[in-house]
């Protein structure tokens, strides 16, 4: 019996939304992928300068990740706010706000500078650095701290232009700062021989440099439009209330990152090895659903600033629809590889029995991977961010109490997964429930 036309999934392409889904889900997913290759481009430099400065490079590019994690919301609010009045038609509105968020941007970076410089020895003693790493990681943690400014305008400007439904430009400025990165990294370490800090010179010189193609690029539209350059207090005050809500997202993220890691550390040898390497996988195929999630900021803010609420929710099933096809593509990918993946990581056989276990688990959560992330980016889009607070607070509380079950029940990645997939699960129902009613279908320029 053929299924109701409500229900059937079209081919790729073959739905009116999804070229506009493409358009932007493609180039975001660049996007998504070269932002690591700013590490590993250090990591290989660095690596020829020995283990110790290797083992610093990776504890200060923790802290520096932990930081930028932490600030997110100034890609992800300023993506929805630009939106909304792309969709009302007016430009000079979206420059403006998205220009408020980066002078947040801006703001927040100079803090984090001020507050870190005195504090790089502790940052790096809490991260657990032994006497031969610590010297190497506060050098590359003082002089990259200098480049966080940088690197939050970088997300704001992100922000304005998928706003601003331009999901190209993100991508060939990473492209091209990380291509930058690679030649100063190769110059400063291996042919003038600045050591570690050469390598942290180069990082900041390349987000310096992407940062100012956001400003060049975002100034340009603003004289276009009439828009003015200058941080207005409306601005400001809306780019934080939103930032606030998100931020407590974002936290509550990390926390299951954490506390997942250290679960994991307790377990045992073979489970403190093969835990990250499955996480790893889990984050490497998170960036394709991250990608339609970011089209579904765009997408969703574009038709509730037209006032569109109808076109906001059948985007939002295409994409739905887009999320379940590649979870189901993924768990077969994962499934196929399982196999084969460990030897690529380790020849020790109780590693290799711990990993082949988790793989299983993240196979199974690929497909409802897919529909989380992608009803959180349409969230996200609609300015519903005190729902996502609660909502990924109240999956954090279900995944703690479940973690540590795992360890106390010595049930292994087995168990430390299980608990992550209730975690997915908390999360489904919560965004879909709210994805089926009304209440996050607010029309507008401005979400009231």
Same mark, same amino acid.
Request: hydrophobic letters at 55%; aromatic letters at 8%.
């Given at each position: 019996?053929?299924?109701?036309?409500?229900?059937?999934?079209?081919?790729?392409?073959?739905?009116?939304?999804d070229?506009e889904?493409?358009?932007?889900?493609?180039?975001?997913?660049?996007?998504?992928?070269?932002?690591?290759?700013?590490?590993?481009?250090?990591?290989?430099?660095?690596?020829?300068?020995?283990?110790?400065?290797?083992?610093g490079?990776?504890?200060?590019?923790?802290?520096?990740?932990?930081?930028?994690?932490?600030?997110?919301?100034?890609?992800?609010?300023?993506?929805?706010?630009?939106?909304?009045?792309?969709?009302?038609?007016?430009?000079?509105?979206?420059?403006?706000?998205?220009?408020?968020?980066?002078?947040?941007?801006?703001?927040?970076?100079?803090?984090i500078?001020?507050?870190?410089?005195?504090?790089?020895?502790?940052i790096?003693?809490?991260?657990?650095?032994?006497?031969?790493?610590?010297p190497?990681?506060?050098?590359?943690?003082?002089?990259?701290?200098?480049?966080?400014?940088?690197m939050?305008?970088?997300?704001?400007g992100? $922000?304005?232009?998928? $706003?601003?439904?331009?999901?190209?430009?993100?991508?060939?400025?990473?492209?091209?700062s990380?291509?930058?990165?690679?030649?100063?990294?190769?110059v400063?370490?291996? +042919?003038?021989?600045?050591?570690?800090?050469?390598?942290?010179?180069?990082?900041?010189?390349?987000?310096?440099?992407?940062?100012?193609?956001?400003?060049?690029?975002?100034?340009?539209?603003?004289?276009?439009?009439?828009?003015?350059?200058?941080?207005?207090?409306?601005?400001?005050?809306?780019?934080?209330?939103?930032?606030?809500?998100?931020?407590?997202?974002?936290? #509550?993220?990390?926390?299951?990152?954490?506390?997942?890691? #250290?679960? #994991?550390?307790?377990?045992?040898?073979?489970?403190?090895?093969?835990?990250?390497?499955?996480?790893?996988?889990?984050?490497?195929?998170?960036?394709?659903?991250?990608?339609?999630?970011?089209?579904?900021?765009?997408?969703?803010?574009?038709?509730? $600033?037209?006032g569109d609420?109808?076109?906001?929710?059948a985007?939002?099933?295409?994409?739905?629809?887009?999320g379940?096809?590649?979870?189901?593509?993924?768990? +077969?990918?994962?499934?196929?590889?399982?196999?084969?993946?460990?030897?690529?990581?380790?020849?020790?056989?109780?590693?290799?029995?711990?990993?082949l276990?988790?793989?299983?688990?993240?196979?199974?959560?690929?497909?409802?991977? $897919?529909?989380?992330?992608?009803l959180?980016?349409?969230?996200?889009?609609?300015?519903?961010?005190?729902?996502?607070?609660?909502?990924?607070?109240?999956?954090?509380?279900?995944f703690?109490?479940? #973690?540590?079950?795992?360890?106390?029940?010595?049930?292994?990645?087995?168990?430390?997964?299980?608990?992550l997939?209730?975690?997915?699960?908390?999360?489904?129902?919560?965004?879909?429930?709210?994805?089926?009613?009304?209440?996050?279908?607010?029309?507008?320029?401005?979400?009231?």
């Amino acid at each position: 019996m053929p299924l109701p036309t409500a229900w059937r999934i079209r081919p790729p392409l073959r739905h009116p939304h999804d070229r506009e889904i493409w358009r932007l889900a493609v180039p975001a997913f660049g996007a998504l992928v070269a932002e690591p290759l700013f590490l590993l481009a250090d990591s290989a430099i660095v690596g020829r300068l020995g283990p110790a400065p290797l083992g610093g490079l990776g504890v200060a590019g923790q802290a520096l990740a932990a930081l930028v994690y932490v600030f997110v919301f100034l890609a992800y609010g300023t993506t929805a706010a630009v939106a909304r009045r792309v969709g009302a038609d007016d430009l000079r509105a979206a420059l403006r706000q998205g220009i408020d968020g980066m002078w947040l941007a801006l703001a927040l970076g100079g803090a984090i500078v001020a507050a870190g410089l005195p504090l790089t020895g502790r940052i790096v003693a809490a991260f657990g650095a032994n006497a031969e790493v610590a010297p190497h990681a506060e050098t590359y943690l003082r002089i990259s701290l200098l480049g966080i400014p940088a690197m939050l305008v970088i997300l704001a400007g992100t $922000g304005v232009l998928r $706003g601003l439904q331009d999901a190209r430009t993100p991508l060939y400025v990473s492209v091209g700062s990380f291509a930058l990165n690679l030649v100063l990294n190769a110059v400063f370490v291996l +042919v003038l021989g600045w050591g570690i800090a050469g390598s942290a010179w180069g990082t900041v010189i390349a987000q310096t440099g992407g940062a100012a193609v956001y400003a060049a690029v975002v100034l340009r539209g603003a004289r276009r439009h009439g828009a003015s350059v200058r941080p207005s207090r409306a601005g400001l005050h809306a780019a934080v209330s939103s930032g606030v809500h998100l931020l407590i997202r974002t936290l #509550a993220l990390r926390l299951v990152l954490i506390a997942g890691t #250290a679960v #994991a550390a307790r377990m045992g040898t073979d489970e403190t090895a093969a835990y990250p390497v499955s996480f790893q996988i889990w984050t490497l195929l998170a960036f394709t659903h991250d990608a339609i999630a970011i089209a579904g900021q765009a997408i969703t803010g574009r038709y509730l $600033g037209a006032g569109d609420a109808a076109g906001a929710r059948a985007a939002t099933r295409r994409m739905v629809e887009w999320g379940v096809l590649s979870g189901l593509f993924f768990a +077969v990918a994962v499934l196929a590889a399982r196999p084969y993946l460990p030897a690529l990581f380790t020849s020790d056989e109780g590693v290799r029995s711990a990993l082949l276990a988790a793989l299983l688990a993240v196979a199974a959560l690929q497909p409802v991977a $897919g529909v989380v992330f992608v009803l959180d980016g349409v969230l996200i889009g609609a300015g519903d961010m005190r729902y996502l607070a609660a909502t990924t607070a109240l999956a954090t509380a279900v995944f703690l109490p479940a #973690a540590l079950a795992a360890y106390r029940l010595e049930t292994g990645l087995t168990g430390l997964w299980t608990a992550l997939g209730l975690w997915m699960l908390t999360r489904l129902v919560t965004l879909g429930l709210r994805a089926r009613g009304e209440a996050w279908l607010v029309t507008g320029a401005v979400r009231g």
